[in-house]
């Protein structure tokens, strides 16, 4: 195995385990970032509604990436079912990384750290992703 082949191998696993972890602990954000002390309680439905959307999120997040890692030796023999998976879930770290940086950048406060980890966490994995979806896609061009 060359060494670009062992690297573009370790990056993919990198970006699926943690985009799985990201995933998991998404579960747990509401109740470490405190989301409900900037929520009028009187809003049930609301509520109700981001704690459905961030279940939804975090277990599909965690899902498709924890099957990705799973099915990472197919996915590095070429196999296209498996890739084109990867390949949405790179689109889905970019449309993160776009939405951070251009759309609707998270706002500093309360915790101006976790908005700039964010935003920065996003756009390493969006690269990370890209780099290991154009390694994949020039192999399988290739044969």
Known sequence: MTHVKKC???LYY???ITSALVGL????V???FRWYDYLPMQYENLIVGIDWTNACFSLLLFGLSALLAFLGKRALELNREVLYFYFFLT??????ACLAMFIEPWPLKPIP???MGQLAASIVMA???LAVS???IRAMRKG
Do not use: E, K, N, S
């Not at 602990?25 to 747990?28: A, G």
């Open 91 to 96: 689109v889905v770290w970019l449309f993160r």
């Open 30 to 32: 509401p109740w470490m």
């Open 25 to 28: 602990w998404h579960f747990f």
């Open 8 to 10: 573009i191998r370790a």
């Open 113 to 115: 750290a976790a908005a």
């Open 14 to 16: 990198i970006t699926v």
């Open 134 to 136: 154009g390694a994949l």
């Open 127 to 129: 690269a990370l992703m």
